[in-house]
C-alpha cells in the first residue's frame, strides 16, 4: 500500500493526507514573543466540557472602576487553524484588557476540516452561554464576580472570528433578549471572512504575495464549509442565494474594520454597505494600504493604535 500524501497544508500548522489523517503542529504560525509584562492577569477556563473548548480571560492587574465591561476577542484562522494560545491573540488581548480597559474573553472553538463548519458558529455561542450562566450564578467565577459589568457586553471577531461574530448578531438579535441578564451591546468585525462563488475585485486583483493570499483563502474554504458545499453556502456567502434575508433583523450597533490591501476587503464593504441599506446601525472603517491582519501583526503601529482608540471609542458610545 502506497504511504500517504500531503494534500492540503496551511501555514505549516496544519496537514492533511491523501487517507484522510490530519496532523497538526502545535507551534503556532505566528512565533513572536509575547508582551507579558503584569499589567494584565489571565487565566484559563473550560467552558464547554463535551467538546474539551477552553477560554481565557484577562483583567487589569489595577482596576480603577467598580465594573468592566466584558469584551469577546474571537480568533481567525480560516476556520482552520489559530488559538487562543498563539502569542499573536494573547499580545492583542492584553492591549484590549489595558487599553479599553476590559475584561477580555478569549475563546476557542473547534476547527476544521476534522469539525467543519457550523462547529465554530455553535461554539460562539457555547462561549455566550457560558458567560450567561455566570451571571446566574450563586458562585460566578471570582474575576467575573468582582469585575464584569454583565449589562455590557460587546463581541469582536478577527477574520473567521468576525465570521461567527456576524452570526451571532443575527442569531441573538438586538438586546440579546435570550441571554439574559447578560446584554450585548454591539459587534466588531476585524477582516471579517466572508465568500461567494463570483470573486470580488480586491480577490481577483489581490497580491499573490499577500499575507492572506487568494489561494489560501481558497483553501480555508475547501477544509470548512460542509461538504457537498460550495462557497455561496449561507454561512460563507451572508447574502447570498440561499441566504437568510436579514432586512427584518433586528441587530445591536456593528463596527466593521477593513484593511485597504486585504483581498477580503470588497466582501466586508459590501456586507456593510448592504446592512447599512437594510436600516442597521453600521460604522466602516477603512485602513488604507494595510494587510490583513495588520492590528496583530504589528500591533504597536501607527494604524493599531488608532484601531485601539476607534474600538475605545464604539464601547464607550453603546454602553451608555
Not at 505549516?12 to 487517507?19: E, W
Not at 469577546?72 to 499580545?91: A, E, L
Not at 496583530?296 to 488608532?306: F, G, K, L, V
Request: one cysteine or more.
Amino acid at each position: 500500500m502506497a504511504a500517504p500524501v500531503e494534500v492540503d497544508e496551511c501555514r505549516g500548522v496544519l496537514r492533511v493526507y491523501s487517507d484522510g489523517s490530519i496532523v497538526r503542529s502545535s507551534n503556532p504560525s505566528f512565533n513572536v514573543p509575547v508582551n507579558d509584562d503584569g499589567s494584565v492577569l489571565w487565566k484559563d477556563l473550560l467552558f464547554d466540557p463535551i467538546n474539551d473548548l477552553h477560554l481565557r480571560l484577562y483583567k487589569p492587574a489595577d482596576i480603577s472602576s467598580p465594573k468592566l465591561p466584558v469584551f469577546f476577542y474571537i480568533h481567525g484562522g480560516g476556520f482552520c487553524i489559530g488559538s487562543r494560545t498563539w502569542p499573536n491573540c494573547q499580545n492583542y488581548c492584553f492591549r484590549l484588557a489595558s487599553q479599553l480597559p476590559a475584561l477580555v474573553i478569549s475563546p476557542d472553538y473547534r476547527l476544521a476540516p476534522e469539525n467543519r463548519l457550523p462547529a465554530a458558529i455553535d461554539d460562539g455561542f457555547a462561549a455566550l452561554r457560558w458567560l450567561q450562566a455566570q451571571a446566574e450564578s450563586d458562585h460566578p467565577d471570582p474575576w467575573l464576580a468582582d469585575v464584569a459589568d454583565f449589562s455590557r457586553v460587546f463581541i469582536s471577531g478577527d477574520s473567521a472570528g468576525g465570521n461567527i461574530a456576524h452570526h451571532l448578531a443575527v442569531g441573538l438579535g438586538l438586546g440579546s433578549p435570550e441571554l439574559a441578564p447578560v446584554r450585548v451591546r454591539g459587534y466588531v468585525l476585524l477582516g471579517p471572512f466572508f465568500g461567494g462563488t463570483v470573486r470580488t475585485r480586491s480577490e481577483a486583483e489581490g497580491s499573490k504575495e499577500a499575507f492572506l493570499n487568494l489561494e489560501l483563502i481558497d483553501r480555508f474554504w475547501r477544509l470548512s464549509i460542509p461538504i457537498g458545499s460550495d462557497t455561496d453556502h449561507p454561512l460563507v456567502n451572508v447574502f447570498g442565494p440561499t441566504s437568510r434575508n436579514l432586512e427584518a433583523v433586528e441587530m445591536d450597533p456593528i463596527m466593521v474594520v477593513v484593511a485597504g490591501a486585504d483581498l477580503l476587503k470588497d466582501r466586508a464593504v459590501e456586507y456593510a454597505e448592504e446592512l447599512k441599506k437594510q436600516g442597521k446601525k453600521i460604522d466602516l472603517v477603512e485602513f488604507e494600504g494595510k494587510q490583513h491582519g495588520f492590528f496583530t501583526i504589528d500591533p504597536n503601529s501607527e494604524a493599531s493604535n488608532q484601531l485601539m482608540l476607534l474600538i475605545n471609542h464604539f464601547v464607550a458610545q453603546h454602553s451608555l
